[in-house]
């Protein structure tokens, strides 16, 4: 899986090494329910990933690869500098009726085959109502997308200050929950030794079979001993299920290097 068009640069899905013989899942980053100064609009979720990443262009490149899945994710971390939190709907049930017709006109307009829930920031205040807050609406949320076959993916982002409002989300609704892409880059972790530990952390927090590995491209946490890292995931009993990077925007400096080694790592620890 990977992130695409958070950063507002002209990226295209076409440049994109995609291999056969294992899925390919696009994640388009990011619908905001905000205008772009930031302010909430009432459970509508406006597309803000790059604007070259069209409806057609997502059209063009699932009919040119039969494995590509394309995902939007809910949220991230800001718009336009502003921080993007989630809020306490005080009408649960208005909430998850907005943000399904608004999530389906999105799906259907993009061809989208799935969610990610990356909502990062939550209010300060009494955390632990507001976090059940969170996991009722989003796992209705889901629970209804699916159900009513708008999408046949769900996602999951957390990181290391959310994992506990996920976690809730994931012990309701964790049947509908496909993948947890928990951003690992995110933990400090600098070694093969410390990324194992901490994988095995959030294996028991979520569920072993679900999480993935992740890497940040130029970015955060572990670099270039990040294949060494998942021998070793894989020598402790932790099957590789699939990859998560971030993001297809930075991935064009280096080559998509990572792109093309993990889609053969995992093309050949499927073949074993
Ligand atoms: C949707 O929910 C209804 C009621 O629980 C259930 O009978 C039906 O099988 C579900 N459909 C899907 C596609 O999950
Ligand atoms: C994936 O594995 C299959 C079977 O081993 C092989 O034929 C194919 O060339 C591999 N593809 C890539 C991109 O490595």
Request: charged share 20%.
């Amino acid at each position: 899986m990977e992130y695409i068009g958070a950063t507002g640069a002209p990226v295209t899905f076409d440049s994109v090494p995609i291999e056969k013989g294992i899925n390919f899942h696009f994640i388009l980053g990011f619908a905001i329910d905000a205008d772009p100064s930031g302010n909430a609009q009432n459970d509508k979720f406006s597309p803000f990933w790059a604007e070259t990443l069209t409806p057609n262009s997502v059209a063009a490149i699932k009919a040119r690869h039969s494995n590509v899945k394309v995902l939007a994710s809910l949220s991230g971390w800001s718009v336009n500098n502003k921080v993007i939190r989630w809020y306490d709907p005080i009408d649960h049930k208005l909430w998850i009726s907005n943000a399904f017709s608004s999530f389906k006109s999105l799906a259907i307009t993009y061809h989208l085959d799935g969610i990610d829930i990356d909502y990062e920031n939550f209010p300060r205040h009494g955390d632990a109502n507001n976090s059940s807050n969170f996991a009722h609406c989003i796992g209705e949320l889901i629970t209804l997308l699916k159900n009513q076959s708008v999408i046949s993916l769900v996602t999951i982002a957390p990181f290391h200050l959310t994992v506990k409002p996920y976690m809730e989300l994931f012990d309701r609704y964790g049947e509908v929950i496909d993948y947890v892409n928990h951003q690992f880059y995110t933990d400090k972790v600098l070694t093969p030794q410390s990324y194992l530990e901490d994988f095995k952390l959030r294996a028991s927090q979520f569920d072993k079979n679900k999480l993935l590995p992740s890497y940040e491209v130029n970015g955060r946490g572990i670099q270039d001993v990040f294949f060494e890292t998942l021998r070793l995931l894989e020598k402790n009993g932790f099957g590789i299920n699939g990859i998560m990077i971030f993001s297809a925007d930075a991935a064009p400096s280096n080559n998509y290097y990572y792109e093309r080694k993990s889609q053969d790592f995992l093309n050949n620890s499927i073949s074993i």
